[in-house]
Protein backbone atom coordinates (compact mmCIF):
# COMPACT_ATOMS: atom_id res chain seq x y z
CA UNK A 1 0.00 0.00 0.00
CA UNK A 2 1.35 3.43 -0.83
CA UNK A 3 1.92 6.17 1.67
CA UNK A 4 -1.75 8.54 2.43
CA UNK A 5 -1.30 11.67 0.02
CA UNK A 6 -1.52 14.45 1.60
CA UNK A 7 -5.27 15.27 1.04
CA UNK A 8 -6.09 13.19 3.80
CA UNK A 9 -7.15 14.51 7.08
CA UNK A 10 -5.16 13.26 9.81
CA UNK A 11 -6.18 13.59 13.40
CA UNK A 12 -4.39 13.51 16.82
CA UNK A 13 -5.73 13.04 20.29
CA UNK A 14 -3.80 14.07 22.86
CA UNK A 15 -2.49 17.88 22.66
CA UNK A 16 0.65 17.08 25.55
CA UNK A 17 4.18 17.22 23.98
CA UNK A 18 4.31 14.16 22.37
CA UNK A 19 0.68 14.51 20.42
CA UNK A 20 1.60 18.29 19.40
CA UNK A 21 4.63 17.23 17.96
CA UNK A 22 3.25 14.11 15.95
CA UNK A 23 0.89 17.15 14.73
CA UNK A 24 3.50 19.06 13.83
CA UNK A 25 5.14 16.41 11.70
CA UNK A 26 2.27 15.75 9.80
CA UNK A 27 0.98 19.00 8.76
CA UNK A 28 4.59 20.00 8.09
CA UNK A 29 3.97 17.27 5.44
CA UNK A 30 0.97 18.79 3.95
CA UNK A 31 -1.61 17.25 5.66
CA UNK A 32 -4.46 18.51 6.90
CA UNK A 33 -4.34 18.38 10.89
CA UNK A 34 -7.16 17.80 13.79
CA UNK A 35 -5.97 17.99 17.17
CA UNK A 36 -8.16 16.86 20.32
CA UNK A 37 -7.92 16.90 24.01
CA UNK A 38 -10.50 16.39 26.23
CA UNK A 39 -8.78 18.66 28.71
CA UNK A 40 -11.00 22.54 28.01
CA UNK A 41 -8.44 24.53 25.80
CA UNK A 42 -5.88 22.02 25.44
CA UNK A 43 -5.65 22.27 21.80
CA UNK A 44 -5.37 25.40 21.39
CA UNK A 45 -2.65 25.32 23.72
CA UNK A 46 -0.76 22.77 21.29
CA UNK A 47 -1.30 24.59 18.38
CA UNK A 48 0.40 28.01 19.84
CA UNK A 49 3.28 26.06 21.71
CA UNK A 50 3.70 24.90 17.66
CA UNK A 51 3.55 28.36 16.57
CA UNK A 52 5.89 29.22 19.00
CA UNK A 53 8.18 26.72 18.22
CA UNK A 54 8.01 27.34 14.83
CA UNK A 55 8.67 30.97 15.30
CA UNK A 56 12.16 30.44 17.05
CA UNK A 57 12.94 28.17 13.99
CA UNK A 58 11.63 31.39 11.97
CA UNK A 59 14.00 33.67 14.04
CA UNK A 60 17.07 31.35 13.26
CA UNK A 61 16.49 31.48 9.93
CA UNK A 62 15.65 27.52 9.32
CA UNK A 63 12.18 28.07 8.23
CA UNK A 64 10.60 30.86 6.22
CA UNK A 65 7.83 32.90 7.69
CA UNK A 66 5.61 32.05 4.48
CA UNK A 67 5.57 27.82 5.22
CA UNK A 68 5.07 28.81 9.08
CA UNK A 69 1.95 30.46 8.28
CA UNK A 70 1.30 27.72 5.95
CA UNK A 71 2.16 25.14 8.66
CA UNK A 72 -0.24 26.80 10.84
CA UNK A 73 -3.38 27.18 8.45
CA UNK A 74 -3.55 23.25 8.28
CA UNK A 75 -3.73 22.80 12.18
CA UNK A 76 -7.13 23.03 13.52
CA UNK A 77 -8.64 22.16 17.22
CA UNK A 78 -11.74 20.10 17.69
CA UNK A 79 -13.19 20.32 20.79
CA UNK A 80 -15.52 16.40 20.44
CA UNK A 81 -14.25 13.27 19.37
CA UNK A 82 -16.95 13.47 16.83
CA UNK A 83 -15.36 16.36 14.94
CA UNK A 84 -12.74 13.97 13.98
CA UNK A 85 -15.16 11.97 11.77
CA UNK A 86 -13.37 13.01 8.30
CA UNK A 87 -10.03 12.11 9.69
CA UNK A 88 -8.44 9.21 7.04
CA UNK A 89 -5.89 8.03 9.93
CA UNK A 90 -6.05 8.98 13.96
CA UNK A 91 -2.81 9.06 16.26
CA UNK A 92 -3.72 8.70 19.22
CA UNK A 93 -1.13 9.84 22.03
CA UNK A 94 -2.99 9.92 25.52
CA UNK A 95 -1.90 8.28 28.96
CA UNK A 96 -0.22 5.45 28.95
CA UNK A 97 -3.57 3.45 29.96
CA UNK A 98 -4.76 -0.10 28.45
CA UNK A 99 -8.67 0.82 29.44
CA UNK A 100 -8.34 4.60 28.79
CA UNK A 101 -6.96 3.79 25.10
CA UNK A 102 -9.22 0.60 24.83
CA UNK A 103 -12.29 3.40 25.44
CA UNK A 104 -10.84 6.52 23.62
CA UNK A 105 -10.10 4.18 20.23
CA UNK A 106 -13.59 2.34 20.45
CA UNK A 107 -15.38 5.55 20.38
CA UNK A 108 -13.06 6.99 17.54
CA UNK A 109 -13.71 3.49 15.89
CA UNK A 110 -17.40 4.36 15.99
CA UNK A 111 -16.85 8.11 14.79
CA UNK A 112 -15.02 7.31 12.03
CA UNK A 113 -14.89 5.65 8.58
CA UNK A 114 -15.08 1.70 8.71
CA UNK A 115 -11.53 2.06 6.61
CA UNK A 116 -9.60 4.56 9.09
CA UNK A 117 -6.69 3.49 10.07
CA UNK A 118 -6.35 3.80 13.70
CA UNK A 119 -2.94 3.84 15.66
CA UNK A 120 -1.27 4.68 18.85
CA UNK A 121 2.09 6.18 20.05
CA UNK A 122 2.06 4.05 23.11
CA UNK A 123 5.70 2.86 24.04
CA UNK A 124 4.87 -0.21 26.02
CA UNK A 125 1.68 -0.91 25.95
CA UNK A 126 0.43 -4.36 23.70
CA UNK A 127 -1.03 -3.46 20.69
CA UNK A 128 -2.69 -7.21 20.60
CA UNK A 129 -4.59 -5.80 24.05
CA UNK A 130 -5.50 -2.26 22.76
CA UNK A 131 -7.01 -3.84 19.92
CA UNK A 132 -8.83 -6.37 21.63
CA UNK A 133 -10.85 -3.71 22.64
CA UNK A 134 -12.22 -2.87 18.89
CA UNK A 135 -14.93 -4.20 16.50
CA UNK A 136 -12.40 -3.87 13.89
CA UNK A 137 -8.82 -4.78 15.21
CA UNK A 138 -7.39 -5.00 11.83
CA UNK A 139 -7.32 -1.80 11.52
CA UNK A 140 -4.75 -0.53 14.34
CA UNK A 141 -1.19 -0.33 14.23
CA UNK A 142 1.49 1.06 16.73
CA UNK A 143 2.96 4.47 15.55
CA UNK A 144 5.60 4.92 18.39
CA UNK A 145 7.41 8.31 17.66
CA UNK A 146 10.02 9.56 19.79
CA UNK A 147 10.44 12.70 21.76
CA UNK A 148 11.00 15.51 20.49
CA UNK A 149 8.86 14.02 17.43
CA UNK A 150 9.91 16.62 15.04
CA UNK A 151 13.43 16.24 15.80
CA UNK A 152 13.99 12.28 16.05
CA UNK A 153 13.46 10.58 13.14
CA UNK A 154 12.77 6.76 14.08
CA UNK A 155 9.63 5.71 13.61
CA UNK A 156 8.32 2.34 15.09
CA UNK A 157 5.30 0.44 12.99
CA UNK A 158 3.98 -2.25 15.60
CA UNK A 159 1.45 -4.77 14.02
CA UNK A 160 -0.66 -6.37 16.71
CA UNK A 161 -1.90 -10.10 16.44
CA UNK A 162 -4.93 -8.64 14.11
CA UNK A 163 -3.27 -5.99 12.14
CA UNK A 164 -3.74 -6.08 8.90
CA UNK A 165 -0.16 -6.19 6.96
CA UNK A 166 -1.50 -3.48 4.53
CA UNK A 167 -1.96 -1.00 6.82
CA UNK A 168 1.08 -1.31 8.84
CA UNK A 169 2.67 -1.44 5.08
CA UNK A 170 0.78 2.44 4.31
CA UNK A 171 2.10 3.29 7.89
CA UNK A 172 5.75 2.44 7.21
CA UNK A 173 5.26 4.37 3.76
CA UNK A 174 3.44 7.53 5.09
CA UNK A 175 6.37 7.74 8.31
CA UNK A 176 8.56 7.62 5.16
CA UNK A 177 6.69 10.21 3.27
CA UNK A 178 6.94 12.79 6.54
CA UNK A 179 10.82 12.42 6.47
CA UNK A 180 11.32 10.10 9.47
CA UNK A 181 13.34 6.70 9.54
CA UNK A 182 10.88 4.07 9.83
CA UNK A 183 11.02 0.27 11.04
CA UNK A 184 8.63 -2.56 11.68
CA UNK A 185 7.91 -4.10 14.72
CA UNK A 186 5.79 -7.30 16.30
CA UNK A 187 3.91 -6.17 19.15
CA UNK A 188 6.29 -7.73 21.66
CA UNK A 189 7.18 -6.16 25.03
CA UNK A 190 9.78 -3.42 24.37
CA UNK A 191 9.49 -3.43 20.63
CA UNK A 192 12.81 -2.75 19.25
CA UNK A 193 14.22 0.28 20.89
CA UNK A 194 13.14 0.03 24.50
CA UNK A 195 13.92 -3.99 24.51
CA UNK A 196 17.20 -3.79 22.73
CA UNK A 197 18.44 -0.76 24.60
CA UNK A 198 18.33 -2.38 27.73
CA UNK A 199 21.62 -4.02 28.10
CA UNK A 200 22.75 -0.64 27.73
CA UNK A 201 22.28 0.32 31.30
CA UNK A 202 22.34 -2.69 32.82
CA UNK A 203 26.13 -3.34 31.71
CA UNK A 204 27.04 -0.18 32.98
CA UNK A 205 24.84 -0.29 36.23
CA UNK A 206 26.72 -3.97 37.10
CA UNK A 207 30.25 -2.46 36.68
CA UNK A 208 29.29 0.20 39.19
CA UNK A 209 27.44 -2.15 41.28
CA UNK A 210 30.22 -4.74 40.98
CA UNK A 211 32.98 -2.02 41.59
CA UNK A 212 34.77 -1.97 38.79
CA UNK A 213 34.78 1.61 38.25
CA UNK A 214 32.74 5.17 38.80
CA UNK A 215 29.95 6.38 36.95
CA UNK A 216 32.12 9.07 35.72
CA UNK A 217 34.60 7.04 34.41
CA UNK A 218 32.33 4.39 33.12
CA UNK A 219 30.47 7.36 31.17
CA UNK A 220 33.64 8.39 29.81
CA UNK A 221 35.07 5.12 28.44
CA UNK A 222 31.59 4.81 26.67
CA UNK A 223 31.71 8.05 25.06
CA UNK A 224 35.29 8.35 24.03
CA UNK A 225 35.79 4.73 23.47
CA UNK A 226 32.16 3.65 22.60
CA UNK A 227 31.75 6.66 20.83
CA UNK A 228 27.96 7.15 22.12
CA UNK A 229 26.62 10.24 22.52
CA UNK A 230 26.31 9.24 26.22
CA UNK A 231 27.18 7.14 28.89
CA UNK A 232 24.84 5.02 30.76
CA UNK A 233 24.43 7.04 33.96
CA UNK A 234 24.52 10.54 32.00
CA UNK A 235 21.90 9.15 29.98
CA UNK A 236 19.65 7.37 32.59
CA UNK A 237 20.11 11.15 34.67
CA UNK A 238 18.62 12.48 31.63
CA UNK A 239 15.70 10.33 31.01
CA UNK A 240 14.78 10.16 34.54
CA UNK A 241 15.53 7.13 36.62
CA UNK A 242 11.71 7.08 37.52
CA UNK A 243 10.72 6.51 33.40
CA UNK A 244 13.79 4.24 32.95
CA UNK A 245 13.57 1.68 36.26
CA UNK A 246 10.02 1.50 35.49
CA UNK A 247 10.96 0.61 31.63
CA UNK A 248 13.02 -1.74 32.81
CA UNK A 249 10.99 -3.04 35.20
CA UNK A 250 7.76 -3.65 32.43
CA UNK A 251 10.37 -5.15 30.20
CA UNK A 252 11.29 -7.87 33.30
CA UNK A 253 8.23 -8.78 33.97
CA UNK A 254 6.54 -9.63 30.47
CA UNK A 255 9.31 -11.96 30.17
CA UNK A 256 8.99 -13.31 32.64
CA UNK A 257 11.69 -12.75 34.47
CA UNK A 258 14.10 -13.42 32.28
CA UNK A 259 17.80 -12.65 34.33
CA UNK A 260 18.81 -10.79 31.15
CA UNK A 261 16.52 -7.85 31.87
CA UNK A 262 17.15 -8.03 35.54
CA UNK A 263 16.56 -4.03 37.14
CA UNK A 264 19.17 -2.94 39.16
CA UNK A 265 18.76 -2.35 43.09
CA UNK A 266 20.77 0.57 42.82
CA UNK A 267 18.69 2.10 40.61
CA UNK A 268 15.86 1.23 42.33
CA UNK A 269 17.61 2.87 45.27
CA UNK A 270 17.64 6.03 43.32
CA UNK A 271 13.88 6.20 42.48
CA UNK A 272 12.85 5.15 46.49
CA UNK A 273 15.44 8.18 47.72
CA UNK A 274 13.74 10.62 44.54
CA UNK A 275 17.24 11.16 42.77
CA UNK A 276 15.38 10.89 39.50
CA UNK A 277 18.27 12.56 37.73
CA UNK A 278 18.50 16.34 36.22
CA UNK A 279 14.23 17.10 36.98
CA UNK A 280 15.05 16.10 40.21
CA UNK A 281 18.87 18.04 40.22
CA UNK A 282 20.04 14.73 41.44
CA UNK A 283 21.02 11.19 40.30
CA UNK A 284 24.40 9.62 39.74
CA UNK A 285 25.46 13.31 39.18
CA UNK A 286 24.80 16.47 41.06
CA UNK A 287 23.41 19.42 38.88
CA UNK A 288 23.06 21.77 41.44
CA UNK A 289 24.94 24.69 40.18
CA UNK A 290 28.14 25.07 42.39
CA UNK A 291 28.25 21.53 42.18
CA UNK A 292 31.99 20.00 41.22
CA UNK A 293 32.44 18.16 37.67
CA UNK A 294 32.98 14.65 38.58
CA UNK A 295 35.97 13.77 36.18
CA UNK A 296 36.92 10.20 35.40
CA UNK A 297 39.63 8.54 36.45
CA UNK A 298 42.53 8.97 34.18
CA UNK A 299 45.73 7.02 34.37
CA UNK A 300 49.33 8.34 34.50
CA UNK A 301 52.53 6.91 33.67
CA UNK A 302 54.59 8.72 36.39
CA UNK A 303 58.06 8.69 35.95
CA UNK A 304 58.18 6.08 33.11
CA UNK A 305 60.41 6.59 29.95
CA UNK A 306 58.37 7.15 27.01
CA UNK A 307 58.27 3.38 24.60
CA UNK A 308 59.56 4.04 21.59
CA UNK A 309 59.39 -0.02 20.08
CA UNK A 310 56.99 -2.53 20.73
CA UNK A 311 56.43 -5.81 19.41
CA UNK A 312 53.32 -7.17 17.74
CA UNK A 313 52.99 -10.72 17.98
CA UNK A 314 50.38 -12.28 15.71
CA UNK A 315 47.00 -10.18 14.65
CA UNK A 316 45.26 -8.38 17.15
CA UNK A 317 41.80 -8.59 15.15
CA UNK A 318 39.31 -6.47 15.90
CA UNK A 319 42.38 -4.32 17.37
CA UNK A 320 44.63 -4.13 14.61
CA UNK A 321 43.86 -0.21 13.99
CA UNK A 322 45.22 0.74 17.58
CA UNK A 323 48.70 -1.13 16.02
CA UNK A 324 48.30 1.41 12.95
CA UNK A 325 47.94 4.57 14.72
CA UNK A 326 50.78 3.19 17.14
CA UNK A 327 52.78 3.02 13.93
CA UNK A 328 51.67 6.65 12.52
CA UNK A 329 52.45 8.14 16.16
CA UNK A 330 56.21 7.19 15.88
CA UNK A 331 56.24 3.46 17.69
CA UNK A 332 58.80 1.19 16.13
CA UNK A 333 56.90 -1.70 15.64
CA UNK A 334 58.64 -5.20 15.60
CA UNK A 335 56.25 -7.87 14.17
CA UNK A 336 56.30 -11.53 14.92
CA UNK A 337 53.40 -14.76 15.08
CA UNK A 338 51.75 -15.19 17.84
CA UNK A 339 48.54 -15.59 19.42
CA UNK A 340 47.71 -11.85 18.95
CA UNK A 341 49.25 -9.85 21.52
CA UNK A 342 51.50 -6.70 22.21
CA UNK A 343 55.21 -6.35 24.43
CA UNK A 344 55.43 -3.97 25.92
CA UNK A 345 58.71 -3.92 28.34
CA UNK A 346 58.44 -6.36 30.59
CA UNK A 347 53.98 -6.00 30.10
CA UNK A 348 51.92 -7.76 27.67
CA UNK A 349 49.03 -6.18 26.72
CA UNK A 350 46.18 -7.86 24.52
CA UNK A 351 42.22 -7.36 23.70
CA UNK A 352 39.54 -8.55 26.36
CA UNK A 353 37.54 -11.42 25.15
CA UNK A 354 35.26 -11.51 27.68
CA UNK A 355 37.64 -13.43 30.45
CA UNK A 356 39.22 -11.63 33.74
CA UNK A 357 42.90 -10.86 33.17
CA UNK A 358 43.55 -13.02 36.20
CA UNK A 359 42.15 -15.77 34.12
CA UNK A 360 43.58 -15.74 31.18
CA UNK A 361 47.23 -14.63 32.61
CA UNK A 362 47.32 -18.43 35.01
CA UNK A 363 45.62 -19.52 31.38
CA UNK A 364 48.33 -18.47 29.17
CA UNK A 365 51.11 -18.16 31.68
CA UNK A 366 51.61 -14.53 30.82
CA UNK A 367 51.87 -12.73 34.33
CA UNK A 368 51.95 -9.13 33.52
CA UNK A 369 48.63 -9.46 31.59
CA UNK A 370 47.40 -5.99 30.69
CA UNK A 371 43.97 -6.27 29.20
CA UNK A 372 42.06 -3.60 26.66
CA UNK A 373 38.87 -2.83 25.81
CA UNK A 374 36.69 -2.65 22.78
CA UNK A 375 36.75 0.58 20.93
CA UNK A 376 34.15 1.64 17.66
CA UNK A 377 37.46 3.03 16.05
CA UNK A 378 40.90 2.53 17.12
CA UNK A 379 41.82 5.16 14.85
CA UNK A 380 39.87 7.83 16.62
CA UNK A 381 39.30 6.94 20.03
CA UNK A 382 40.31 9.23 22.76
CA UNK A 383 40.21 6.37 25.97
CA UNK A 384 40.80 3.17 26.46
CA UNK A 385 39.95 0.98 29.77
CA UNK A 386 42.24 -1.52 30.66
CA UNK A 387 42.69 -4.29 33.25
CA UNK A 388 45.54 -5.53 35.47
CA UNK A 389 45.68 -9.49 36.18
CA UNK A 390 46.48 -9.98 39.84
CA UNK A 391 49.31 -11.96 39.28
CA UNK A 392 51.26 -8.91 37.20
CA UNK A 393 53.66 -6.66 39.12
CA UNK A 394 52.23 -3.11 39.98
CA UNK A 395 54.01 -0.92 37.72
CA UNK A 396 52.95 -3.20 35.08
CA UNK A 397 50.39 -0.95 33.81
CA UNK A 398 53.09 2.35 33.66
CA UNK A 399 54.52 1.38 30.07
CA UNK A 400 51.14 0.66 28.74
CA UNK A 401 49.51 3.69 29.63
CA UNK A 402 52.97 5.20 28.34
CA UNK A 403 52.66 3.70 24.89
CA UNK A 404 48.51 4.98 24.47
CA UNK A 405 49.44 7.87 25.85
CA UNK A 406 51.79 8.55 23.29
CA UNK A 407 49.36 8.05 20.61
CA UNK A 408 46.73 10.61 21.89
CA UNK A 409 44.80 8.08 23.54
CA UNK A 410 43.89 8.66 27.49
CA UNK A 411 43.49 5.29 29.79
CA UNK A 412 41.14 4.40 32.88
CA UNK A 413 41.78 1.56 34.91
CA UNK A 414 38.51 -0.95 35.89
CA UNK A 415 39.15 -3.35 38.88
CA UNK A 416 39.66 -6.87 36.71
CA UNK A 417 36.23 -7.70 35.33
CA UNK A 418 34.87 -9.45 32.58
CA UNK A 419 34.50 -8.46 29.16
CA UNK A 420 35.46 -4.76 30.70
CA UNK A 421 33.29 -1.69 29.57
CA UNK A 422 32.19 -1.25 25.58
CA UNK A 423 33.44 -4.67 24.53
CA UNK A 424 30.49 -6.42 26.91
CA UNK A 425 28.14 -3.86 26.20
CA UNK A 426 28.51 -3.96 22.51
CA UNK A 427 28.20 -8.10 22.65
CA UNK A 428 25.12 -7.84 25.12
CA UNK A 429 23.55 -5.37 22.35
CA UNK A 430 24.21 -7.62 19.65
CA UNK A 431 22.89 -11.02 21.83
CA UNK A 432 19.90 -8.60 22.10
CA UNK A 433 19.78 -7.60 18.45
CA UNK A 434 19.98 -11.26 17.30
CA UNK A 435 17.25 -12.38 19.60
CA UNK A 436 14.70 -10.50 18.35
CA UNK A 437 15.36 -11.12 14.86
CA UNK A 438 15.62 -14.98 15.69
CA UNK A 439 11.93 -14.50 17.24
CA UNK A 440 10.90 -12.53 14.21
CA UNK A 441 10.24 -9.06 16.32
CA UNK A 442 11.81 -7.47 13.58
CA UNK A 443 14.68 -7.67 10.74
CA UNK A 444 18.02 -7.33 11.40
CA UNK A 445 18.19 -3.68 9.09
CA UNK A 446 15.20 -2.60 11.28
CA UNK A 447 17.39 -3.63 14.68
CA UNK A 448 20.44 -1.98 13.66
CA UNK A 449 18.32 1.28 12.66
CA UNK A 450 15.90 1.60 15.06
CA UNK A 451 19.35 1.93 17.66
CA UNK A 452 20.78 4.37 15.51
CA UNK A 453 18.07 6.57 14.95
CA UNK A 454 15.97 6.25 17.88
CA UNK A 455 18.85 6.55 20.37
CA UNK A 456 21.94 7.54 18.50
CA UNK A 457 24.34 4.87 18.89
CA UNK A 458 27.16 5.18 16.83
CA UNK A 459 26.62 1.86 14.71
CA UNK A 460 24.04 -0.44 14.65
CA UNK A 461 24.89 -3.24 17.00
CA UNK A 462 24.08 -6.15 14.43
CA UNK A 463 26.53 -4.39 11.98
CA UNK A 464 29.03 -3.58 15.14
CA UNK A 465 28.87 -7.13 15.73
CA UNK A 466 29.98 -8.44 12.30
CA UNK A 467 32.56 -5.63 12.34
CA UNK A 468 33.98 -7.12 15.09
CA UNK A 469 33.56 -10.45 14.33
CA UNK A 470 30.14 -12.59 15.07
CA UNK A 471 32.83 -15.28 16.58
CA UNK A 472 34.37 -12.88 18.47
CA UNK A 473 31.13 -11.70 19.90
CA UNK A 474 30.22 -15.12 20.34
CA UNK A 475 33.10 -16.22 21.93
CA UNK A 476 33.02 -12.97 24.46
CA UNK A 477 29.05 -14.01 25.65
CA UNK A 478 30.85 -17.61 26.43
CA UNK A 479 33.12 -16.10 28.31
CA UNK A 480 30.90 -14.08 30.05
CA UNK A 481 28.44 -16.68 30.97
CA UNK A 482 31.50 -18.73 32.41
CA UNK A 483 32.89 -16.16 34.65
CA UNK A 484 29.36 -15.05 35.97
CA UNK A 485 27.58 -18.56 35.88
CA UNK A 486 24.55 -17.39 34.44
CA UNK A 487 21.50 -17.36 31.43
CA UNK A 488 22.23 -13.80 31.53
CA UNK A 489 25.07 -13.72 28.98
CA UNK A 490 23.64 -17.09 27.03
CA UNK A 491 24.53 -16.66 23.32
CA UNK A 492 21.67 -16.28 21.02
CA UNK A 493 20.67 -19.46 18.95
CA UNK A 494 21.05 -17.02 16.14
CA UNK A 495 24.48 -15.67 16.60
CA UNK A 496 25.69 -18.79 17.44
CA UNK A 497 24.42 -20.36 14.24
CA UNK A 498 26.41 -17.23 12.46
CA UNK A 499 29.54 -17.29 14.10
CA UNK A 500 29.99 -20.76 13.28
CA UNK A 501 28.69 -21.03 9.70
CA UNK A 502 30.54 -17.51 8.80
CA UNK A 503 27.50 -16.00 7.45
CA UNK A 504 25.60 -12.41 7.94
CA UNK A 505 23.19 -11.73 9.89
CA UNK A 506 21.99 -9.13 7.32
CA UNK A 507 21.79 -12.19 5.15
Not at 15 to 44: C, F, L, N, T
Not at 395 to 410: E, H, K, R, S
Request: aromatic share 6%; proline share 4%; with cysteine.
Amino acid sequence: MHALNTGHTVAVIGAGAMGAGIAQVAASAGHPVIIYDKAPGAAEAGIAGIAKGLGRLVERGKLDTNDREALLARLSAATELSELAPATLVIEAILENLAIKQQVLAQVEAICSTDCILASNTSSISITSIAAGLQRPQNLAGLHFFNPAPVMKLVEVISGLDTDPAIADCLLATAGAWGKKAVHAKSTPGFIVNRLARPFYAEGLRLLEEGAADSATLDALMRDAGGFRMGPFELMDLIGHDVNYAVTRSVFDAYYGDNRFTPSLTQQALVEGGRLGRKSGRGFYDYAADAPRAEPATLSAGDQTAVDSIVVEGSLGPADGLVTRLQDSGINVIRRDGPGLIRIADSVLMLSDGRMATERAATEGINNLVLFDLALDYRQCRRLALSLADQANADALAPVAALLAAAGIQTSRLDDTPGLAVLRTVAMLANEACDAVLQGVCSARDADTAMQFGVNYPAGPLAWAEQVGLAYIHRTLTHLQQSYGETRYRPSALLRRKAFSGESIHD
